[in-house]
């Protein structure tokens, strides 16, 4: 990977971990899963209705995030071109599953969104993530 990559991609993730310090984080156990969304604020109504019906009902998770349960996955978007438009997903939108950590599952959706967007666009954060519900 050359220096120019590992710097995008390096900015890409500060400017992701910026957004989601400042954002409300809404959370929620989904049988063995626990799945969290970061209610970003470029998210429109419309986004935030569907990722909400996303992470409490185990069908739509399904549709999503067609992993196991319980495994690692994620979903990223680019703020500038969003997550639903038109009444369907937008090409850029990322969702990965199955995968052996959250830090890969966030990683691997934000490559892949960065690399779907429109390069004028803003570099893609994660928006739902699900994971292992975590024990009491």
């Known amino acids: 990977?050359?220096?120019r990559a590992i710097t995008i991609l390096s900015l890409g993730?500060?400017?992701?971990?910026a957004h989601s310090q400042t954002a409300p984080v809404e959370t929620a156990k989904l049988g063995k899963s626990q799945v969290t969304l970061t209610a970003h604020s470029f998210l429109t109504p419309e986004e935030l209705q569907t990722l909400r019906l996303v992470m409490?009902?185990?069908q739509a998770l399904s549709v999503?995030?067609?992993?196991k349960p319980a495994n690692f996955s994620a979903v990223a978007?680019?703020?500038?071109e969003g997550f639903i438009r038109g009444g369907k997903p937008v090409a850029s939108a990322t969702a990965v599953a199955d995968l052996p950590d959250a830090a890969t599952a966030q990683m691997n959706a934000i490559q892949g969104c960065d690399k779907a967007r429109a390069k004028a666009s803003a570099p893609c954060v994660v928006v739902l993530e699900v994971g292992p519900a975590k024990k009491k």
Not at 64 to 67: Q, S
Not at 77 to 80: D, E, F, I, L, W
């Open 13 to 17: 993730l500060l400017a992701g971990a």
């Open 77 to 80: 978007v680019s703020p500038s």
């Open 1 to 3: 990977m050359s220096l």
């Open 64 to 67: 999503f995030l067609p992993g």
């Open 56 to 58: 409490t009902n185990k």
